[in-house]
């Protein structure tokens, strides 16, 4: 069978030869000089695109190993926090509150759109008391393809001293994100969406406030107290054995990261998103989230009355080796999901527009072949002016 595929999901991504290459390397001593040194180098590179001066910790777990630390170190038993959820990922956050006994105060928005900073500044403001602690919010919603205003909702604490902590997943290195201009408390992100490497690392940013925070946490924990992995940084190690080979990719995909800049990543992403949208809006099909919301890293497609997501995606994958994601959660059957982040080339979504042409067709769905590649290409040409 062959290997080769358009993978366009949001997350795993595309693993650059570089850093594959660079992962085959031999062992080494995880508590020796080499990892050392490692540590450090990804370390400095992580402060960076995460834009802070704070600490960086990297666990080996998936990303939902980091969001269970978040919740476990800096909320405690009986604690109030706002969970702000706008999809699938902040369904999960409360799940986590919820098993660590924390009192959760959900604030709802409909999926597909984009929380409203001003209902958590007015929320916040009639806590006059300070009882919740926390608020927890995802910066880009992978399940919908929205990214929340991350900034504005910081803002919206005003003099309210509760911690912000923030799922950005599949949001950095994809979208701007400043981790101490914007007061972010506790950033969290993950190796396998724009950071190009395999899943299986989970990166936190951890503030001096949130540090106060974690110290009088009474929770019951230890793979993942992340005050042990802050301890085990300063001598250049990780509590117990790190996911070595993928610490070795990571150092790889930053050197390419920092190469490319933070600024033309950024742009790079911003212009897949208004690619794809484009080219779904040629089409004729309908986009789930709008504009002003629209995430640079995926972009979620409701599928046309009378399919399903399969109907699309099995075809694409199966002849034409394009590989997209389907709906989650309450939107499973009625939406596909194009993942445009990390190691990703226009030409990939050419591809990929090429392919969802003709399924389209297959499936009866009246289209003009090329009316999506044209109206992705016609973006690039434009932006590349
Ligand atoms: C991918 C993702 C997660 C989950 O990460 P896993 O690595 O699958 O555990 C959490 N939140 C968001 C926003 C994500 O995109």
């Known amino acids: 069978m062959w290997e080769k595929q358009v993978l366009l999901i949001p997350g795993p991504t595309p693993v650059p030869s570089q850093v594959l290459r660079a992962m085959g390397a031999p062992a080494i001593n995880h508590r020796g000089p080499e990892f050392k040194a490692l540590i450090q180098e990804v370390t400095v590179g992580l402060?960076?695109?995460?834009?802070?001066?704070?600490?960086?910790v990297v666990l080996s777990s998936s990303g939902t190993g980091a969001m269970e630390a978040?919740?476990?170190?800096?909320?405690?038993?009986?604690?109030?926090?706002?969970?702000?959820?706008?999809?699938?990922?902040?369904e999960r956050f409360k799940k986590l509150c919820k098993i660590y006994g924390v009192d959760l105060e959900a604030m709802d928005f409909p999926w597909g759109t984009a929380a409203d900073p001003q209902a958590v500044a007015r929320r916040l403001a009639e806590?006059?008391?300070?009882?919740?602690?926390?608020?927890l919010v995802q910066y880009n919603e992978t399940s919908t393809g929205v990214l929340n205003d991350i900034k504005a909702i910081s803002e919206a604490r005003g003099n309210h001293p509760a911690l912000l902590i923030?799922?950005?997943?599949?949001?950095?290195?994809?979208?701007?994100?400043?981790t101490d201009e914007w007061n972010l408390d506790v950033v969290i992100s993950g190796s396998q969406?724009?950071?190009?490497?395999?899943?299986?690392?989970?990166?936190?940013?951890?503030?001096?406030?949130?540090?106060?925070?974690?110290?009088?946490?009474?929770n019951r924990k230890f793979y993942f107290d992340l005050q042990a992995a802050r301890d085990s940084l300063k001598s250049g190690q990780t509590p117990y054995t790190p996911a070595v080979s993928l610490f070795v990719?990571?150092?790889?995909?930053?050197?390419?990261?920092?190469?490319?800049?933070?600024?033309?990543?950024?742009?790079r992403h911003a212009l897949y998103r208004d690619m794809v949208r484009a080219g779904v809006k040629s089409l004729g099909l309908e986009l789930l989230a709008g504009d002003a919301v629209a995430s640079p890293a995926v972009t979620a497609i409701k599928v046309p009355a009378g399919f399903k997501p399969a109907d699309i995606n099995k075809r694409m994958r199966e002849k034409y080796g394009v590989v997209l994601a389907g709906?989650?959660?309450?939107?499973?059957?009625?939406?596909?999901?194009?993942g445009h982040l990390g190691y990703v080339q226009p030409v990939d979504l050419f591809a990929a527009f090429a392919a969802l042409e003709l399924v389209l067709k297959e499936l009866g769905i009246p289209v003009t072949l090329g009316a999506g590649v044209a109206a992705v290409q016609q973006v690039l040409a434009e932006r590349s002016e």
């Open 47 to 56: 402060k960076e695109v995460y834009q802070t001066k704070s600490d960086v």
């Open 70 to 90: 978040a919740v476990a170190n800096f909320l405690s038993p009986g604690d109030k926090a706002l969970v702000v959820s706008i999809g699938n990922f902040g």
């Open 127 to 135: 806590d006059t008391g300070h009882q919740i602690k926390a608020v």
């Open 166 to 178: 923030v799922d950005a997943i599949s949001a950095l290195a994809a979208a701007e994100l400043k």
């Open 193 to 218: 969406k724009a950071f190009m490497i395999p899943p299986g690392l989970a990166m936190v940013s951890v503030n001096a406030r949130a540090w106060e925070v974690a110290a009088e946490n009474t």
């Open 249 to 267: 990719g990571l150092r790889e995909a930053l050197r390419m990261m920092l190469e490319e800049g933070l600024p033309a990543m950024l742009a």
């Open 327 to 338: 709906g989650q959660g309450k939107l499973k059957e009625d939406i596909f999901r194009i």
